[in-house]
């Protein structure tokens, strides 16, 4: 399984990588709707787009966006192979591919929009990404099914805890969304400058914050990025590994290698952080 290790390798091979991956799984359909949606996004995040300012979120980025992508797609064609699950058509995996290639422009400002970063919307990103993509499929020619399914997928990578419950029309749609959801942490916590990027994340958290002080907030924000570092592997284990098994019904597992208990390299890297974090943490107490 191809899994990209540095920022340029991704920008660059990853829309090559997902093409060969659909075509593994859909060889008798060629995805250009997916296509044109990566096209327009890429040209959003970089400032190309008449309604968007270029991102300038310090960590949900076009990297974190095309890792999430190529995990999904990932997802998509295991499961063409696996009878454990549903195999979902290509109708519906176009659809699943196209929420996950959308599903943080809500970071993006809009046009003109010249205060602060877009970590600023972090609260409601969700939302401003439902709509940005459901604009842009409606300009595609897409029917009001096929949109409210997309919306429903971006809204498994909502956090708050709060979130309004998920309306899926079938148990397919139910499987691509929790594929959407699963590639959104997966792609997260396994990229190999997660930690690096931590004191990113929380620069986020942080304006968002001061930006909306009377808006109710998705977790608890620590103090420090270092507060946020120590408690990342109490978070894995408390929140998201519950979210990966039980709300998106452990469809991570396409990914191991034999399914479904073979080794998983998403799971492997993202425990491989939790226990670099542990082991400096010994170490400190220690000194």
Same mark, same amino acid.
């Given at each position: ?14 829309? !090559? ?17 997916? *296509? ?15 309604? $968007? ?5 310090? $960590? ?8 999430? !992508? ?20 290509? #109708? *519906? ?7 996950? /290639?959308?599903?943080?422009?809500? $970071? ?20 401003? !990404? ?6 842009? *499929? ?16 971006i809204l498994c990578t909502e956090y708050h805890p709060q979130r309004p419950a998920i309306h899926f029309d079938s148990e ?23 930690? /690096?990027?931590?004191?990113? /994340?929380?620069?986020?958290?942080? #304006? ?10 998705p977790m608890f924000i620590p103090d420090t990025d270092t507060e946020l570092l120590e408690s990342t592997p109490r978070f ?18 396409l990914l191991s290698d034999p399914f479904p208990n073979g080794p998983n390299p998403y799971l492997d890297r993202i425990l ?16």
């Amino acid at each position: 399984m191809r899994f990209f290790e540095t920022k340029s390798e991704v920008i660059e091979e990853t829309e !090559s990588v997902m093409q060969a991956l659909w075509r593994r799984a859909y060889p008798n359909r060629t995805p250009e709707l997916p *296509m044109r949606a990566l096209e327009t996004v890429r040209k959003a995040f970089y400032g190309n787009h008449p309604d $968007y300012e270029a991102n300038d979120a310090p $960590y949900h980025d076009l990297e974190h966006t095309l890792r999430a !992508s190529l995990c999904c797609m990932q997802l998509v064609e295991k499961n063409i192979h696996c009878p454990a699950f549903i195999s979902l058509t290509p #109708e *519906m995996a176009e659809l699943a591919w196209i929420a996950i /290639l959308f599903h943080d422009t809500g $970071y993006l400002k809009d046009q003109g929009d010249k205060e602060g970063s877009g970590a600023k919307h972090s609260f409601v990103h969700v939302s401003r !990404s439902q709509i940005f993509a459901a604009k842009w *499929m409606s300009h595609q020619g897409l029917n009001e099914t096929s949109i409210q399914r997309v919306n429903s997928m971006i809204l498994c990578t909502e956090y708050h805890p709060q979130r309004p419950a998920i309306h899926f029309d079938s148990e397919e749609h139910r499987l691509a969304g929790c594929m959407v959801g699963t590639a959104d942490w997966l792609a997260q916590m396994a990229a190999p400058d997660y930690l /690096l990027k931590l004191p990113f /994340l929380h620069q986020e958290m942080l #304006e968002a914050r001061n930006a909306s002080p009377d808006t109710p907030h998705p977790m608890f924000i620590p103090d420090t990025d270092t507060e946020l570092l120590e408690s990342t592997p109490r978070f894995f284990d408390q929140l998201v590994k519950p979210k990966l098994e039980q709300e998106f019904e452990g469809v991570f597992h396409l990914l191991s290698d034999p399914f479904p208990n073979g080794p998983n390299p998403y799971l492997d890297r993202i425990l491989k952080h939790l226990e670099n974090i542990n082991q400096n943490s010994r170490l400190m107490s220690k000194g």
